[in-house]
């Protein structure tokens, strides 16, 4: 079976990174620097280890934005503070855990559980071949295996997603020979809670779970085209949409799910571009153009919301990944293709942090990027702060 295309951007990472591990140097920039197009550079030469190809997950714990690297010989996790000390970017982890195996930190998620006393820990989900995506927990400064690779499979090789729900943790694990799993956390063991796949195979992959409205969303890559299914409590799930309903061009499946304001949105991918829909509340109605106007804008979207806005950072290997912003019924492009450079062609991350929308790169040939930009009010004001205000009035 032809693996769908987030799988293979994997493949594509694994076979383009560097074959050997370079030591890191973590290269000290001015904050505030500018690029041409308003965005500030954070990083760029991936921490100074071309190998480090992609920034792939992002996550905010106390006060302290985390990043996740795919890099050749094994994924590193960096982090930072925020204003007004604004730290520099640390490491901490360097080695993969110990296991070269486990290339990427895919998906990051903050969760607290009680056993005596409430215990919040970030959580970080691998991709590894080898013997299955681990989870690990961060927590007072100690890293701590979470869950049994693959959770006893193999097969589960990444582990794409991790929301809260319930009061419990649900992690999605890939499987491309039986369908994808969800598993259920309450602090102590880890629970299946779906047929895998929902009952086919070929749902290969659950890109992204979110809560919206009470309920548990999940998003299926497929090559026959994706699924979005809705659960009020994890364990019974019911399709969100009519089966087959994004399968007509062609496309993996639906890529993202994200809440902008009171809206449920879906990025879908089909082989003209991928387009945004809206899911929920009401009937599915797709917003705005495929491709945004661009049909190299294809597959691997990221999406993430703040307030009522929506932010879509694209995958396009002829001119460069693009950012689009929804902000009341308009989408506009907040960069430059590529932030400048083509070889940035896949925003593999995102994250609003300190006010700032937090965008990671994948590029193959120099070193994954990290850009941010003020996120700017439909007031033409900063979220938040004084430290920096815009000089453009949206």
């Known amino acids: ?70 890099t050749s010989g094994g994924c590193k996790v960096f982090a930072r503070g925020a204003y007004p000390a ?10 993969a855990w110990g296991d070269g195996a486990n290339i990427a930190a895919t998906s990051m998620e903050v969760f607290t559980y009680t056993l005596v006393n409430p215990i919040t820990a970030l959580y970080v989900g691998t991709i590894n071949h080898t013997d299955g995506g681990e989870i690990w927990q961060f927590n007072q400064g100690v890293w701590y295996p979470a869950n049994a690779a693959g959770f006893g499979n193999s097969h589960n090789f990444m582990i794409t997603d991790m929301e809260v729900f319930n009061g419990t943790l649900f ?22 809670f779906n047929t895998p796949g929902f009952g086919t195979a070929d749902n290969t992959h659950i890109s992204s779970l979110t809560v919206f409205g009470g309920k548990l969303y999940a998003s299926t890559l497929n090559d026959n085209g994706g699924d979005i299914w809705e659960s009020t409590d994890g364990f019974n799930w019911s399709r969100t949409v009519a089966e087959g309903f994004f399968d007509g061009n062609g496309g993996s499946g639906v890529e993202n799910l994200a809440v902008a304001g009171s809206v449920l949105y879906a990025v879908v991918d ?64 907040e960069n430059l293709n590529g ?29 994954a990027e990290l850009r941010q930009l003020p996120v700017i009010r439909a007031d033409g004001f900063e979220s938040g702060g004084t430290h920096g205000w815009s000089a453009t009035v949206p």
Request: glycine share 12%; aromatic share 12%.
């Open 339 to 367: 932030f400048g450079s083509a070889n940035n062609f896949f925003a593999s991350a995102m994250v609003v942090f300190d006010d700032r929308l937090l965008v990671g790169t994948y590029n193959a040939d120099d070193g």
């Open 1 to 70: 079976m032809e693996l769908i295309r987030s799988h293979r951007r994997v493949v594509s990472a694994i076979l383009l990174a560097t074959a050997v591990q370079i030591g890191v140097v973590l290269t000290a920039r001015p904050v505030g620097a500018q690029t041409v197009d308003g965005w500030e550079v954070e990083f760029t030469g991936g921490f100074g280890d071309p190998s480090t190809t992609s920034i792939w997950s992002m996550a905010v714990f106390e006060g302290t934005v985390y990043a996740g690297t795919l």
């Open 86 to 95: 604004r730290s520099a970017w640390s490491i901490v982890v360097s080695d």
């Open 171 to 192: 992690a999605a694990a890939a499987n491309i020979t039986t369908g994808a799993e969800i598993w259920n956390f309450s602090g102590i063991t880890w629970y299946p």
């Open 270 to 333: 089909d082989m003209d571009g991928v387009r945004v829909w809206r899911i929920a509340p009401g009937t599915p109605v797709a917003v705005g153009s495929t491709g945004f106007g661009d049909s190299s804008n294809l597959y691997n979207a990221t999406m993430i919301s703040y307030g009522d806005e929506l932010y879509v950072g694209t995958h396009n290997a002829v001119t460069g990944a693009e950012i689009w912003r929804l902000r009341g019924g308009v989408w506009t492009q």
